[in-house]
């Protein structure tokens, strides 16, 4: 069975509870890390991926709460012991951010040190961006400020099911044609922040992209009364949840 897991579910300013957002999509010997928020190699330990199974690293943007993680991942899998190369994807802005943080910290140039491989996707709708397993992953660019920024869309060619993750965005067009007709949309809910949904934008995407249900992430978490927060999607006639640390969604 394929997975998708929640690492984190918090906006930039996590809490005790909640980490910066994070997703995991884990097949049966495999595990692609979506987002490099927190302490990836720790929560990938606890849900028992081994350091040689992680395939891959998909970053959406160039914010810090989304790739901050990823000088601690590197510098893990190497101590580690990690041989093979590491291909991480994404927008071209948010790749040159990566390889300057690891540049910064000399982790390009470790004695032994496995080669990282730069993947630009470019911004266009419905670019395929690869296969792993019976999943093939998608993407969209969305509208995130002055930020290149990519939705993605994770479809199963075995079960059919999908789902689609927003990573930050206004609502957009192009989010509603790749989410359509997803098993479940993975939608940001920041608040009304220039880039950003409320849970309303969020319940409306969703409603026009036509999905079986709706899970709202990267919602604040300090200060904020939760379930309310989850009400105001109210709008989207289907179920409405916030994504939590280790929620499965199965494709």
Not at 113 to 128: D, I, Q, S, T
Not at 159 to 169: F, H, L
Not at 179 to 199: I, K, R, V
Not at 216 to 226: A, E, G, Q
């Amino acid at each position: 069975m394929v997975e998708l897991i929640v690492l984190g579910s918090s906006a930039s300013v996590p809490d005790a509870e909640h980490d910066t957002v994070s997703l995991v999509l884990r097949g049966p010997d495999w595990a692609v890390l979506v987002e490099c928020g927190g302490s990836p190699l720790h929560k990938l330990a606890q849900l028992g991926v081994d350091l040689e199974d992680l395939r891959a690293v998909i970053l959406t943007h160039r914010h810090p709460d989304h790739l901050y993680g990823l000088p601690a991942l590197v510098q893990g899998l190497w101590i580690g012991g990690r041989e093979t190369p590491l291909p991480i994807y994404g927008p071209g802005q948010a790749l040159d951010r990566a390889r300057a943080l690891l540049e910064v910290l000399d982790l390009d140039e470790r004695e032994g040190m496995f080669a990282a491989e730069w993947h630009p996707v470019p911004l266009r709708e419905g670019r395929e961006i690869k296969r792993w397993g019976e999943i093939l992953v998608r993407s969209a660019p969305v509208v995130h400020a002055a930020n290149d920024t990519l939705a993605l869309r994770f479809e199963n060619g075995t079960t059919g099911r999908a789902i689609a993750y927003s990573a930050d965005t206004e609502p957009c067009a192009a989010l509603i044609r790749l989410a359509a007709g997803a098993d479940l949309l993975l939608h940001e809910a920041t608040g009304a922040y220039a880039g950003h949904s409320t849970p309303a934008e969020a319940a409306e995407v969703a409603r026009e992209a036509g999905v079986a249900q709706l899970a709202l992430i990267h919602y604040p978490v300090r200060n904020v009364n939760l379930e309310a927060w989850r009400r105001q999607a109210a709008g989207f006639p289907g179920p409405v949840s916030l994504a939590r640390e280790g929620d499965r969604y199965p494709l």
